[in-house]
Structure formats: structure tokens, C-alpha cells
């Protein structure tokens, strides 16, 4: 058989034993089991050259005779005549006897169809308005129990299948990771199975941030468990750290007889299953940021210079010993001198000279020059400085580091000091442990070999792709005259909604700034998902109401929006592909969409090339626009160039990882 992703040369670890993965799944995990150290995962072996073969074949024999999803209707009768034959008023006591005919024959379509009607009898009971999936959303679902990545457009229909995998797979005993990209999402979709699951006897939980650790535990009890991938992730990055790597079921039941029960150093009970709404952003887009744990150095040591700094500054006179220039802070010799003879007893940095007066002159720039909530404010303890003009260096100097900190000592907070990395994993490493890994997205072409590359994923249309976002684009000069234009735009939106659509938030600080020189009021979603950013978004739909979303703050759309306000969505800067900006025009419910771009963004020049950042100049002229025609084409030639740019990095990524991988092997440990 070739390799896929429910039957490879992979191996589940449990424990200390290995069995193949095909044979643990679907199985019921006892609570006996994962207390003494039973924590099942997928530890996936480099494939040779014959396996990376037959796997590419593999891929195209799906892509040619497999994309779409056989026998919908016939499986949604058979589901129908099953919701039907169910008895509404007894859930529970049809429920033990699904469980044992699943363990027997855990692929059975008539099962699986069996598992499905439950679930929307239980539906029906809880007074829901969607009680029957389309043909559609059933075949999504049955695509996930298969695992593979289903291709359905609405945001609900999405979320249907999703709860009809999950429920089978809780039905069976597995647990499940519902995955999605924000956490506000993740919420939602807890709300919408959390009536219908109860009914079934399935309990189901929210992780979230900032929660403690006994109801983080609470939460991961249940057998449903939805949450952020990041979220999710990082507790097993944690449970690995706790348990010294690779968990073994002798040493789990070795500390359950002594009294340290394995427990208390880990929250998850494995890698079960993993359902993941959104898969082409959380699977692909977010694979290049990887999921890691830190820590703040020891800065006792650091605070100590930079107090003996301030004080030896503080004893220092105007005019006498130094001067406040315009641009820097200058000692005058008879205070070199004078600072020789002070820090001679304490030697260390304060022994070179150079760096010495350069820490004194930034210490009284400290004391003189920076002024609270001028120059710097200071919340919730931190000292946070404006952010740098756009077209800057995005790393700040060094001296603009040291300042903050003498700033920090001198008003008393915390240094933000260095962190140092405990533990580092990648997304596509955490998504591979688990032993069921299947997801959902709109719309996968093009995305079809980066999914089977990395997750041995194929990809199935279940639902018709959803319309393609219409979009115009302008070309400016400058920055200035893209922001001109902006402000024209909104003045000019008349009773629309106007959402503006950034990636960087210099850029939206200087696009607010100017919004309020001109008497502009905008809301701002960031993606923190607080109160506030979710009334902006829900201003849309006043006239007129102005929204700068910067990327990805759309994640946090729990719905798609249809008002009845037309909204107008203005892209200001170049994103990663297409496929982004239709993210966000649907994520707001936008009719009309135009991307602006400007010539001087490092991007647009580094995508379009010299010679059509040429032509495109050429063809402006004295104007500072460029044709319609000319725009057109050079937004969409810096869109796809990006695309594939981001599709190469995570190539790359991913290629790397593996090369380590091979490196590492002769450790014994690939970790």
C-alpha cells in the first residue's frame, strides 16, 4: 500500500511499546490509561527515496480520479433514515451499544451514518434550525473521518462538519482537538456543539489564554476540546518539557505507585485527533512561525549597571560637565576626567573609557531629555515608546534599546529584557504527533501538493468553491498619494462601510495619525479580540463607519457578515497572495474591494521587478497614479509573485526541518 496519512511506516508512541497507527485508532482511551503515562502520538520516520516516490504518485492518481466527493446524496439518505429511526427521548441508551460495533468495525459507512443521524436527532432536540446537514456538509464530515482536508465555503457549514467529525470520533471514545485560528472563534464553535454534544453524553471544553492550570485541566477533561492552535500546541510543547521528552508507561506507573501521579506534569491525554477549521491558514500560512516557550533572563546583574549609570549621572552639572545638543548629549573633558577618578573602584565596563561616556551621555539623555508621556508612556508597568516611521529600520539601534532600559530603571519598571528559548517546535511537527490529523478550508486550489507535502493530506471539493472576489487596484508614486488617496476615499464612501486593510502596524499609526489630522474617526481590530475591537467591527454596520484591520485581525469574524450597509474594503498594502485579500473581503462581508499600492514599499518593488517598477514609472509620467490598465496588472503580478514567495519559504521550511531531522538521526533522538 502507499503511504498516507492513516497508514505509513509511521508508529504511534505509547509509552515505551509501538504498535502500528492504523490499529489505535478510534480506540477508547480510559482514564487508568492516561494517568499512568499512556500518551499516544505519532512519531513519524524519515521516508526513503522508494516511499517519497510511490507518495507522488500517489498524490496524482488523487488529483486526477479523487477530488471530488463520491456518493454524497446516497450517504445523506442513508443518514436521514437513520436520524429518523432514532429515539430522541433515549439518547443515552443507544449510545453503548454504537460504541462496541465501532470498536469491531471502526470504518463502517453504515456506522459512521449511524453516528451522524445521533448527532442530528440530537440537533433536532436542541431546537437548532439547521437539525438536517446539506448532502454537502455530510460529505465535509465524512472527508474528516477519512482525513483529508474538505473543500466548503460557508463559515457554518464549515463548523456543521466539523461537530459531525467530532461527534463520531467522541462516539468512538478518541478525543478530539478542535482547532481553529483564534480564539474567538474557537469560543463560537464551542457554543454551537456544546447543546447537542451534552445530549449525547459528550462533555465539551474551551481552552483559552490566560487560564489557570486547574481549569485548563478542567477543560482538557472533556473529550471535545476547542481551542486556538497556538494554544493547544504550547501545552504539548509544556507536557513534553514535564515529562523529559519521549512519555513511558513504565516510569507513568512507577510515579502513579509512589504518589506522583503523571497527571500533575501534563495536561493532554495524547494526540488523539486533530480537526482544523481553516486548515489552509493554520496549516500552511502559519507554518513558518513556530510554537515556542520562554523565558526572561536573569537581569540583576544588567539592572545594576544601569543603575550605577543613572547615579553617576545624577551628580553630574549642566554646562559643567555636560551639554544637551540637538541631536546627542556631549561630556566635556574636565567630566571625562572626573568620571575616570568615580569608576575606578568599580571597574568591569566602567574601565573603557569609550563605553563608559557613551552610557553616561545616554543616562542623562534619560534623566534630561526623555519626558513621561511625551516621549514614552508608561502602562501597566511597561515603558512602551511610539513606534518607528515607516521606511525605518525595523530593528531598533542599539542606543534606542539602552535608552529604554535606563528609562525603565528610572522610572521603575521591569526591564524588557532578552528571552531565551526553553523549547521550540514547528506547526507542521505538532499537527504530524497526532495519529488523526483532517481540516477544513473555502477553497484549497493551488494549495493541493503543499498540503500532501507536508501533512499527507489530499484534498476533496465537497461543496461548489464559493464566487471569486472582484477587485480593482491603483498604483501611486509615493506613499503620500496612496494616503491622499485614502483619505478621499473615505470622505467620498458616502453610506458605505469602509474597512482598510494593513499588515503592519507602523503603517496603520501613520494612516491614523493622518485620519485624525483630517478629522477622520476609525476604528482599529488588531486581532487581540477585546470588547472594544469587536464593537468596531460591529460599527460596520452604521453609514459610513471607517475600520483599519490589520493583519489578521479578520480571524476574529466569528460570522460572515450580511448587512444591509454595503461595505467597501480598501487593501493599502501588498499581502501574501489572492487568496489573502479574499479572506479578509469575505471575513467582512465586503461587495466592492480595491488594492493600493505604492512604488516606494519595499515589497511592491522587490515583487514587481526592476524593469516593471520602470515601466510603471514610465507609464505615470508627471501623474502620480498610474493608468487603470498598468495598475491592474502590476497588483496582480505583485500578488502572485508573493504567493509564491510564501509558498517557496515554506518549502524551504519545511525541507530544512527535514534535513535536520536526517542530521540529528544519528543521536537516536530527533528532538
Known sequence: MAPSRLRSSSTVRSGSCSCDASRCEGAEVNASDVHAGFYPERDATPESVWDRAWSA?????RQLFRRRVPQAAPFAHAVARCTANVDAANLDAQIPGLRFRLRRTPRSGALLAECFGLYCAALRGSGSATSTPSPEVLGAARI??????????????????????AAAMALRGTPVHLLSSSEARARGLSEVM???????????GVVTQGMDARARGAAYAN?????ALREIGIDYLRDRMSLGGRPRRVLGRLDRLSGDTAADRHVLSGMHCALVDDADRLMLDDSRVPLAISTETDQSGERLLYEQALELARVLRETVDFTIGVERTELTPECSRRLAQLTQALGGVWAARERREELIALALDALHVAQRDRDYRV???RVQFPPEPAGTAEEPSVERLLLQKLVEVKEGCRLSGRRVVLAQISVPRVLGRYLHLAGVCGDARGLEREFWRSYRLHTAQAAPYPPPV????????????RQEALIECVRSGDRRAIVIGLRSPAEAHALLEAFAQSAIQAGVASGAGSAAEQQAVAGLDTPGAVLVSIYPAERNVLHARASAIPVSLLVAELHDGERHVAHIARAYGATACEVLLSLEDEDVKKFLGPRAVAAAGRAMGSSAEAPPGVALRCARRALTSAARAAAAARRDALMA?????????FSGQRE
Open 57 to 61: 504518485g500517489e498524490f496524482w492518481i
Open 144 to 165: 474528516l473521518m477519512q482525513g483529508g482536508v474538505a473543500e466548503i465555503a460557508g463559515m457554518s457549514e464549515r463548523r456543521c462538519a466539523l461537530a459531525l467529525a
Open 194 to 204: 456544546r447543546e447537542p454534544m451534552a445530549a449525547l453524553g459528550i462533555g465539551v
Open 223 to 227: 473529550l471535545v476540546v476547542c481551542g
Open 379 to 381: 502602562i501597566q508597568g
Open 470 to 481: 472582484p477587485w480593482t487596484a491603483r498604483l501611486f508614486a509615493g506613499a503620500k498619494a
Open 657 to 665: 526541518e527535514r534535513s535536520l531531522d536526517d542530521l540529528l538521526a
